[in-house]
């Protein structure tokens, strides 16, 4: 009885958790736990620049929406990795005012990630921080 409330608690776990990393497009994970103020939308990815949309869900202005944009390397053959490891992170500050309940798009630009055959990136964006602007 005991392994039926594990397994049945698993699968719960599984099926509330495990569908907040999932990717929103081809190759961008949203990484969106503890997103919903300031949330990322329509996101997507090629050859290392990142596209998307910043929700804001607060009853006020947000701006210098701050992304915390990974570039994560995935060895082909993960039991022997290399010692080069190419895998990236940046922040990138989207210095635009965000009306109450409004969006905007933003776009990064990396420098080019490496094209190599031993691996592939897995590019990751989220949140990592906002100035929410209370006006009196």
Known sequence: ???????????????????????NAAGVGVD??????????NTSAQDGSVTGEIVNNLPHEVR?????I???WHW???FRPGTDDP????YYTVEKTIPPRGKVSFTYKADGLPKRSDGH?????SVAGYAEVIKP
């Not at 009885?1 to 990717?23: D, E």
């Not at 969106?32 to 939308?41: I, K, P, S």
């Open 32 to 41: 969106d736990v503890g997103q919903t103020r300031v949330a990322l939308t």
């Open 76 to 78: 082909k053959n993960e």
């Open 1 to 23: 009885m005991r392994s039926i409330s594990i397994i049945a608690g698993s699968i719960l776990f599984v099926a509330l958790i495990g569908p907040r990393f999932a990717g």
């Open 64 to 68: 210098d929406v701050q992304l915390l």
């Open 70 to 72: 990974r570039h994560v």
């Open 87 to 90: 895998g990236t992170a940046a």
């Open 121 to 125: 990136f897995e590019t990751m964006v």
